[in-house]
């Protein structure tokens, strides 16, 4: 987590995806996010934080449900939502902060 502000400062997008071992859909999501760092390469950062190793990052962005999927760029949140979303979606959101 120590990376954290220096990741999510980058001008280019980041995609978050907090989650957690024993969430269902969580186990959704590595394929959905596989697929968009596929189609997106190197457009956008993916990285994906455990709720439960990292309570402190979970409790600083509220932190209510998982999956939740939060874009930073510039160190500001763009776009959050709970919930599995699909790539084609993520990328037409990420799309915009290009």
């Known amino acids: 987590m120590a990376n954290f502000q220096e990741i999510i400062a980058?001008?280019?997008?980041?995609?978050?995806?907090?989650?957690a071992e024993w969430c269902g859909?969580?186990?959704?999501m590595p394929p959905i996010l596989k697929?968009?760092?596929t189609n997106?390469?190197?457009k956008v950062t993916i990285i994906k934080i455990d709720i439960d190793k990292n309570?402190?990052?979970a409790s600083a962005y509220k932190i209510q449900s998982v999956p939740t999927l939060m874009i930073f760029q510039n160190g500001?949140?763009?776009w959050r939502q709970?919930?599995?979303v699909q790539a084609g979606q993520l990328q037409q959101i990420?799309?915009?902060y290009l």
């Open 10 to 19: 980058s001008e280019k997008p980041v995609l978050v995806d907090f989650s």
């Open 25 to 28: 859909p969580c186990k959704m």
């Open 35 to 37: 697929e968009l760092k």
């Open 40 to 42: 997106m390469g190197d």
């Open 55 to 57: 309570p402190a990052a």
């Open 76 to 78: 500001q949140t763009k």
């Open 82 to 84: 709970s919930g599995v």
């Open 94 to 96: 990420i799309t915009q």
